[in-house]
């Protein structure tokens, strides 16, 4: 199989690239995972389903590490992902898009790294740009084209789930400078750099936090902000990886510090 440069890591509601595909199983050495390979003019496209085709993987569950090997042995360099989150911001209402631009880690138990010392030695990764700012421009230069609307950046909150955050975790949250919440992005962006992998997502907010406004969160209300975005969003990577970027407008690659 010839090398594949991008991959599409799809958050809930988004199973596909809505683009035809056939499926690949990797093995790795934490797991074998399945990944579709779709062509796209002229370019070989990895998709990914986070959960899994039928959302049976819980956040918590998730094999982060065996994803993001999967994708680096198919060759994948960049990555663009997507998120469903809830808004801790006022200014991010329900419905709107948002381009993540940094995280808050509060996970509990997940693995979080390749890097567990031994014959490796003592290894490090530069977070001072999470998700990479020249796929995130390039996204922003997409939405103008495709006229999405982009309500700002944001930065994230991941808790470990698969449980909502009470109010008062909200309210602390807010304190600390999130503007929206999920469930996932950690340790998969993480996990991306250490791999030299460029990596950008785009954040659905598919409800307020709790806590934002008056009564539950509702499961009907979320599936129907996915499916207002997620058609838009996948032809959006789509184009934008058809223009072949590469690597060299970033540090992504050159991210690990050995001591």
């Given at each position: ?52 085709k039928q959302h049976g993987i819980p956040p918590h569950l998730i094999n ?19 998120a469903a989150v809830g808004s801790l911001n006022p200014d991010f209402p ?166």
């Amino acid at each position: 199989m010839k090398s594949i440069q991008y991959a599409i890591i799809g958050g809930t509601g988004v199973y596909d690239s809505g683009v035809a595909s056939d499926k690949v199983s990797v093995r790795t050495e934490f797991g074998e995972i399945e990944v579709d390979i779709a062509e796209f003019q002229g370019n070989s496209i990895a998709f990914l389903a986070r959960h899994g085709k039928q959302h049976g993987i819980p956040p918590h569950l998730i094999n982060y590490r065996a994803n993001l090997k999967a994708l680096q042995k198919l060759g994948v360099k960049q990555i663009f992902a997507t998120a469903a989150v809830g808004s801790l911001n006022p200014d991010f209402p329900t419905g709107s898009l948002v381009l993540l631009s940094d995280f808050l880690d509060m996970t509990k138990q997940r693995p979080l790294t390749f890097f567990e010392g031994g014959s490796d030695g003592a290894k490090h990764v530069n977070m001072d740009d999470p998700y990479c700012g020249n796929l995130r421009q390039k996204l922003g230069e997409a939405a103008i084209q495709h006229k999405v609307l982009f309500k700002g950046d944001a930065v994230y909150i991941c808790t470990e789930g698969p449980r909502f955050e009470t109010e008062a975790e909200i309210k602390m949250m807010r304190q600390w400078g999130a503007d929206v919440v999920g469930m996932t992005s950690v340790p998969e962006v993480v996990l991306a750099k250490e791999l030299g992998m460029c990596y950008a997502s785009v954040g659905f907010v598919v409800n307020m936090a709790t806590g934002m406004e008056s009564g539950p969160i509702q499961l009907a209300e979320i599936e129907e902000m996915l499916s207002l975005n997620k058609e838009i969003i996948n032809r959006m990577f789509l184009d934008i990886f058809s223009k072949q970027p590469d690597q060299q407008n970033c540090a992504c690659a050159d991210s690990i510090v050995c001591l």
